[in-house]
């Protein structure tokens, strides 16, 4: 019988990291294990209140999970209890038949692959030194939703003239907000915007012009979401915390590609434990956004590596 188990964790940021939402100054995250046999496999979720979860009631989804892996899926709905356990057993799989787990899936050895690097919302000022700083990264990522957006993408502009730029409202804008600024994104580089209009309030993405690609995240999580994305949306942003783990996660990238979608590969603010996984789902995809390690002062041993090539697969004494 597996057994399994579950403990949080806090990882120091950086600096404050905030969204429209609000901020934060550390990440706290679940870490699952499972153990058969002197195996254990570990995982990593980032329970969101986005989405009604807690520290406490996920880890209370996981406590109670007793089945083995084959029930998983039907055993808890997609999100951030199903991921850990999910990723936890991927990895137990992989050391227990001395393999890596891309080997399990019968696919070619990751490469790496160019990340975003997010910036956090701020005065327009401070955005622009945050850009500034960061204008060797060939990808940064700007949170905006809020009415002062114009200036901060000015700004951020302005410090980094020559990087790549996507954006991420966080359910922020009215259609309204949106239409007037799509020509100043486009005049200002912006490659693509996501999640421009809340999460069941976005049907009039279908009815005005897209400009630019514009990409679901809060609107979806598994594959069940994507009959309500026609029409309204260019690309999907595939999150194990909203897939519900790394088996989900890949079966949704094959279908939405089938159905005609880009891909970006996203994440919460975890630790190299919770991107690692995510590494796999993000070979060959239009944008890559597992930063998380980068916005912490804190990480787990054997860390993922970050370089000019970008974020490397794990090494098999993290995960996998």
């Known amino acids: 019988m597996m057994k399994v188990a579950v403990s949080s964790d806090v990882f120091r940021l950086a600096q404050v990291f905030t969204i429209s939402r609000g901020s934060r100054t550390e990440a706290k995250v679940l870490t699952v294990t499972v153990a058969d046999g002197g195996i254990v496999g570990r995982g990593e979720c980032v329970p969101y209140a986005r989405y009604g979860e807690t520290l406490e009631s996920v880890a209370a989804q996981i406590a109670g999970f007793a ?28 050391k227990k038949a001395g393999k890596r787990v891309w080997d399990l899936l019968g696919l070619p050895v990751p490469r790496p692959e160019i990340t975003a690097y997010t910036l956090s919302l701020d005065r327009p000022a401070a955005m622009q030194a945050q850009a500034a700083q960061n204008a060797h990264r060939p990808l940064l990522k700007i949170k905006l939703g809020t009415p002062d957006d114009m200036a901060r993408l000015e700004a951020v502009r302005r410090g980094a003239p020559t990087a790549r730029i996507i954006v991420d409202a966080n359910e922020g804008w009215t259609a309204e907000v949106y239409a007037d600024l799509a ?13 421009p209009l809340p999460a069941g309030a976005d049907d009039m993405l279908a009815e005005i012009a897209r400009p630019l690609p514009v990409c679901a995240d809060e609107s979806c999580h598994d594959r069940a979401s994507l009959p309500a994305l026609r029409g309204k949306y260019d690309m999907v942003n595939i999150k194990l915390d909203k897939t519900g783990g790394l088996t989900e996660a890949l079966a949704l990238k094959a279908q939405a590609q089938a159905e005609g979608y880009g891909i970006m590969v996203g994440c919460m603010v975890g630790s190299s434990l919770a991107m690692a ?3 796999i789902l993000a070979q060959g995809v239009a944008f890559t956004d597992l930063d998380g390690p980068l916005l912490l002062a804190e990480d787990r041993d054997a860390a993922l590596h970050f370089d000019d090539s970008g974020v490397h697969p794990p090494a098999a004494e993290l995960w996998g």
């Open 67 to 94: 089945g083995a892996w084959p029930d998983l899926q039907d055993a808890l709905p997609a999100g951030a209890a199903r991921n850990a356990l999910d990723c936890a057993f991927w990895d137990h799989a992989a």
């Open 277 to 279: 996984p995510a590494t």
């Open 183 to 195: 020509p100043h994104l486009i005049r200002l580089g912006v490659q693509m915007v996501e999640q």
